[in-house]
């Protein structure tokens, strides 16, 4: 049997979520990443990161750039965790921004998150607050799916997390499909 490790990195909680609905449907070990240590990690065949996306960066994505030299032999894959709705312009865009170099062949998933104003820090609500006044300057006709997403949750509470997203994740694993990178 596969033996697997999931390091997740969560500022709100639905990358956790995301993480332990993985760690129950694989058995696989799941730690967070400030406990994620590279000789662990190497002792497992799969290593799954879970990161939230925050102003474009995958959370925990440092934790695998830092050790890629050291992991490569393994079955490696990210699930990105954000509040919109998935967008694969947009999704492409992450892909591209975060996955250079050595990463840039290591497949990326999507799981949408979740959205409470009332949990986040102070910079982040202000951050959010910003980027909303700023959207709400153009023409809603002319909204990208993320913008809408954004307009939409001002002032809500939601949670779109569901386990759905991780079945092209989990199909991938049972695929057999692996090439290192």
């Known amino acids: 049997m596969e033996k697997g490790i999931i390091i997740y990195q969560s500022k709100y909680g639905a990358t956790k979520k995301y993480a332990q609905w993985l760690q129950d449907l694989l058995g696989f070990e799941c730690i967070e990443t400030p406990k994620a240590d590279w000789r662990e990690a190497a002792q497992y065949d799969t290593l799954i990161l879970c990161g939230g996306i925050y102003a474009s960066g995958i959370a925990g994505l440092s934790f695998l750039k830092k050790n890629i030299g050291r992991l490569r032999d393994m ?26 170099g050595d990463q840039k062949e290591i497949p990326l998933f999507y ?31 002319t909204y990208e799916p993320w913008m809408r997403a954004l307009m939409c949750a001002v002032g809500q509470t939601c949670d779109w997390t569901d386990k759905k997203y991780l079945a092209p994740l989990v199909d991938y694993l049972h695929s057999g499909n692996f090439s290192p990178i």
């Not at 959205?115 to 202000?126: A, I, L, P």
């Open 75 to 100: 079955r490696i894959c990210i699930l990105c965790v954000g509040a919109s709705p998935y967008d694969e312009s947009a999704f492409e865009q992450i892909r591209a921004h975060n996955l250079t």
């Open 111 to 141: 799981g949408r998150g979740a959205w409470d104003e009332s949990k986040m820090k102070f910079v982040d609500r202000t951050l959010c607050k910003i980027l909303q006044r700023s959207v709400a300057k153009k023409d809603p006709e």
